[in-house]
């Protein structure tokens, strides 16, 4: 064993050793524990009143509305008989930290052993709250977190800016686990977390699956670092928010700011602990894996992590407390829904007749080919602009009053191929003449048309912008560069194009080089497919962090949207929610991770009634009565996604996964589906949902404002709702005026 990796362990022993002589120490008598009834009241208005304890740095929230108590910790953390060690201590703190040391390795501290307990906590009362200032001496941290209340919510701040290191040769902050046990609910309270996975998801209190965490990234994962392996994730966290329904009274948390930095987690009670507790984690300084070879038999990994902490003031977090008789779920979308409203901008969606079918074409892409034995990388038409047209044409002679298109890859050299810098359409297609003639025609048949441009993903730069300037760049220093991973294994398939990511530093650039060098006179309507759903890092010498893309990418969606009437996201993370005119792809199922116990629509419920949107392309679901129910409770248009030539062509690309395109397939299809849904999508055009109810597993009852009633079964067999029978797998429509 080398010197190195036997130093790495006395190390770690010796910390391990030492912490838990610490918690020994700290555990013997009582005398070491607070008097959790000792609260001073520092603030109140009409509706909150927040009390401090100013010795230990618990705190309580007074909802005068109900008489609902929410404590910082649980008051009887002591007396819990699963939690030890390390949990239990964390049960007692207001926050706790990530840190590394000299060898790289990540560590654990809480405040209340590594702070309060050596005398690290100041109080300080400001307006309408206090500040808490942790000083972590060992580690050589001091934290100052801000904890105010104004209308109906508690705002929380980690004030970031003034955070110190004052050991940062050998210890740096790698994150914040901030109110780990905030309103945590004991083993015998009724009640369940809501998380923004998908769709939405339920996780129920004391659900016996208390050996299973939830942990799961706002907006899914940093693009700028490269993983060797990446597991299959099937949805991403969308929203900044989170809740909790306990009782008769309950809160949504929705992270205002540094919500691009924030991981989610949450616990039932079980194997860690008697409570069940969500929370947010602030990523301080994003860190990857290196492995080094020392010898030709010998590997070292350890990891990098980023040099400095993010320049911003504050992350923040609002606890918003809900009143005793509207306290679910449906509640809690309503509530951020009014948030975003009130603060973001968002608006009622201005069309009140139409619901469209939403097809999105596939133009074109490269492939590689041999010409008279040259390799040559070959434009292959996948759908021509004529074809298009042509297709549309077949779609209304059917009867589908209301369409609307989104075309891929309309671009010279197809998908996934130049920098955006010049809106030129793609010769093979059938060129400029060719798609004005196309979008003449869809204007006068009242077809909206959005032409996709990607200002995130490219394979090739230019004399002006080589791929090395412009390509954001890993902790490595290195283009990050996007791989497709192997499904069996999970590992890189370097049989495939590598993509890369513009960085955040050239994206307000080269949108701004778009729209002054493009005639972009001959379509009103934009689609940013790739900007909606993906955030990242830039590592280089010039860093970016993720809270810093999303405001510059809003920054882009601001330029684009004074010269389109019209932007279409695809799946988009919740900053973006306010910018879209509609949107496509929004996710009708959860991850289904093991911890969760129900699906449901709260990414539907906040944006129902204020922007269009579709579900994900159906041709690419297998479970056809699934899809349907699904489609109706939560409220979603249908969308395909199509392409009119040469599928053979699609194996072994970047876009195989597009095997079960081809438009003619699906015609029929789309004229019974048709027929079948879209009255009901009429009844509830632009209805709020005011009610959603899971009335055992696979039944469910959802009802829109209007009065429109829909009675789901997803079970085997026929079910009684409201003494109304429901078929198996199928619903019924209950309109009360």
């Not at 809480?110 to 580690?139: H, P």
């Not at 809106?423 to 996709?452: H, S």
């Not at 988009?572 to 289904?592: C, F, H, M, R, T």
Request: aromatic share 14%; proline share 4%.
């Amino acid at each position: 064993m080398s010197f190195n990796k036997l130093l790495k362990k006395a190390v770690l022993f010796l910390f391990a050793m030492s912490m838990l002589l610490e918690q020994m120490m700290f555990l013997q008598g009582n005398t070491a524990f607070a008097d959790t009834n000792s609260y001073q009241l520092v603030a109140k208005n009409g509706i909150l009143e927040l009390y401090v304890n100013p010795k230990y740095g618990y705190f309580k929230v007074v909802d005068k509305r109900s008489g609902s108590v929410w404590f910082s910790n649980p008051e009887k953390w002591r007396e819990d008989k699963i939690a030890a060690g390390s949990t239990r201590m964390q049960m007692a703190s207001q926050l706790s930290i990530r840190f590394t040391d000299v060898t790289s390795t990540i560590q654990i501290a809480n405040a209340y052993v590594n702070s309060v307990l050596k005398k690290g906590l100041k109080i300080k009362r400001i307006k309408d709250g206090f500040v808490a200032t942790y000083t972590f001496k060992k580690e050589g941290f001091v934290i100052p977190v801000a904890y105010t209340i104004k209308d109906d919510y508690l705002n929380v701040d980690i004030l970031v800016n003034q955070i110190k290191e004052t050991k940062k040769d050998k210890y740096k902050l790698v994150s914040i686990m901030l109110l780990p046990f905030f309103g945590a609910a004991a083993i015998g309270e009724n009640g369940y977390m809501v998380v923004p996975d998908g769709c939405g998801a339920l996780i129920n209190f004391n659900n016996n699956k208390g050996q299973e965490t939830y942990t799961q990234r706002i907006y899914g994962a940093d693009f700028g670092i490269v993983p060797d392996f990446q597991g299959y994730v099937t949805q991403a966290a969308r929203l900044p928010v989170f809740g909790m329904k306990k009782e008769n009274s309950g809160f949504l948390a929705v992270i205002t700011k540094g919500d691009g930095k924030a991981v989610l987690n949450a616990n039932t009670s079980g194997s860690k602990s008697s409570y069940n507790n969500i929370f947010a984690e602030f990523i301080m300084r994003e860190y990857d894996m290196v492995t080094l070879k020392e010898k030709q038999w010998d590997e070292r990994s350890f990891n990098i992590f980023e040099e400095k902490l993010p320049n911003v003031d504050k992350f923040s977090i609002r606890y918003y407390f809900l009143d005793s008789k509207n306290a679910d779920y449906v509640a809690m979308a309503k509530k951020y829904r009014e948030y975003l409203i009130r603060e973001k901008g968002l608006k009622r969606e201005e069309d009140e007749k139409s619901v469209p079918v939403y097809i999105e074409f596939y133009g074109s892409m490269k492939k590689p080919k041999y010409i008279l034995g040259i390799p040559v990388n070959a434009t292959i038409p996948l759908t021509t602009f004529e074809d298009a047209q042509e297709i549309v044409r077949q779609v209304k002679s059917m009867g589908v009053s209301d369409v609307v298109v989104k075309f891929v890859g309309w671009m010279k050299n197809g998908v996934y191929y130049n920098l955006p810098l010049l809106a030129t359409p793609e010769g093979v297609l059938g060129g400029k003449k060719q798609l004005e003639n196309v979008l003449e025609y869809f204007q006068k048949a009242n077809v909206k048309t959005y032409l996709d441009v990607d200002f995130v993903l490219f394979r090739t730069g230019t004399l002006t912008y080589l791929r090395n300037k412009v390509a954001t760049k890993s902790m490595k220093k290195v283009p990050a560069q996007l791989w497709r991973y192997s499904p069996p294994i999970f590992y890189k398939d370097d049989s495939y194009p590598v993509l890369y990511l513009i960085s955040p530093h050239y994206t307000n650039e080269i949108v701004q080089r778009f729209l002054a060098r493009s005639n972009i006179n001959y379509f009103k309507n934009i689609s940013i497919s790739s900007m909606s759903t993906m955030l990242y890092s830039d590592f280089g010498t010039r860093p970016v962090n993720r809270y810093q893309t999303e405001n510059v990418f809003l920054q882009a969606i601001d330029s684009l949207s004074k010269r389109f009437r019209n932007i279409l996201l695809t799946n988009p993370n919740g900053y973006l929610l306010q910018k879209a005119s509609e949107i496509v792809d929004v996710p009708i199922y959860s991850s289904k991770f093991l911890i969760e116990d129900a699906e449901i629509p709260f990414y539907q419920m906040v944006i129902r009634g204020y922007v269009p949107y579709s579900m994900p392309s159906v041709n690419f679901y297998t479970n056809e009565w699934m899809w349907k129910l699904k489609a109706l409770e939560t409220g979603s248009a249908i969308k395909f996604t199509w392409t009119a030539r040469n599928e053979d062509e699609l194996k072994e690309t970047l876009l195989e996964n597009l095997y079960s395109s081809n438009y003619r397939m699906w015609l029929g299809d789309l004229k019974e589906y048709y027929k079948e849904l879209y009255p009901t999508l009429r009844l509830i055009k632009g209805k709020e949902i005011v009610e959603h109810k899971i009335i055992k597993k696979g039944v469910v009852k959802v009802v829109y404002d209007g009065g429109v009633e829909i009675l789901l079964n997803y079970t085997s067999k026929p079910q009684k709702i409201e003494n109304l029978e429901v078929a198996a797998q199928s619903y019924k429509v209950v309109v009360k005026r």
